[in-house]
């Protein structure tokens, strides 16, 4: 488990949430998971295909363009999110190829310390200075519990930038608890990692999105392209649901109030199933 990062006193919000350890780092911002299929299986392959690839390319302006515009034409281009570049240069970095990052980042195999990023969409300019909203938004307590938590990158890509689902689940477990949660407790409670890892990957099965939005890739600009649709509870004849912004954050879409509520309870179970191992804990030092 990591804690603390050398580049944490240099990003926004003072805990660097980009390229953490071997196995964990996030590509979100360059459009990584808006692909039609954002399995573990289907990403790795295509990303590990593209790695290989740009291993041969000779390190020209010529040769990376053209390395762009096949990548293009044999990739399946279906984009969840039309307006959301997809990075071509995004693939496998790392001693084992491990976790994700930028195949024109100066330290990246074959770059010999020359910085490519310029021959990207957005150039080297975004690439240096663009934070994600979590950055901001997240509490570092909770953005420290993440970083250090998770230890695959594929999850890790698809839950750090989602600031306000976060926000919600942290703040219902804290309230539970009647404290704020940090790091240090999930060191003590060991047995609280795996049930943080499975609520947080509703993110990735929730089985209540619409067939339209099937999709776990986050658009987290700020242009409300594609904001996220409430839920229709005037249709369904019930009371908004106490875990309304959760359900809104994961897209929900119901037909019936039952199969609301079988949302709610897999929602509640999850949470319960986290705060229960510290107060199990607290009550136990309590008695001691």
Not at 196 to 219: G, N, Q
Not at 221 to 240: C, I, S
């Amino acid at each position: 488990m990591c804690c603390d990062h050398a580049l944490d006193a240099q990003v926004p919000g003072g805990v660097y949430l980009c390229q953490v350890s071997e196995k964990v780092s996030c590509g979100a911002c360059c459009g990584l998971y808006n692909v039609a299929d954002t399995s573990r299986p289907a990403m790795e392959k295509m990303l590990r295909a593209r790695t290989v690839r740009f291993a041969q390319v000779p390190r020209t302006a010529a040769a990376i363009d053209a390395f762009a515009r096949e990548t293009t034409a044999i990739e399946p281009q279906e984009r969840p999110f039309p307006q959301f570049h997809h990075c071509p240069f995004t693939g496998l970095i790392g001693k084992d190829l491990s976790r994700v990052g930028c195949l024109l980042h100066p330290m990246a195999t074959g770059n010999n310390g020359v910085d490519f990023r310029g021959l990207s969409y957005y150039g080297g300019l975004a690439c240096h200075s663009y934070f994600c909203p979590a950055t901001h938004q997240v509490a570092p307590r909770h953005k420290k519990i993440l970083r250090a938590l998770i230890d695959d990158w594929h999850l890790y890509g698809l839950v750090v930038t989602e600031s306000d689902l976060l926000m919600a689940l942290f703040q219902e477990i804290e309230r539970r608890l009647g404290r704020k949660i940090h790091l240090e407790a999930f060191y003590q409670y060991p047995e609280a990692v795996q049930p943080l890892m499975d609520l947080l990957r509703l993110k990735i099965d929730w089985p209540h999105r619409p067939p339209e939005a099937d999709t776990p890739c986050h658009y987290f600009f700020f242009d409300l392209v594609h904001e996220r649709p409430t839920v229709a509870y005037a249709r369904l004849g019930v009371a908004v649901s106490r875990f309304e912004v959760i359900l809104r954050e994961l897209v929900s879409l119901f037909d019936s109030a039952a199969d609301l509520r079988r949302a709610e309870e897999r929602i509640e179970a999850g949470i319960e199933a986290v705060v229960g191992v510290f107060r199990e804990g607290t009550e136990g030092q309590e008695r001691d």
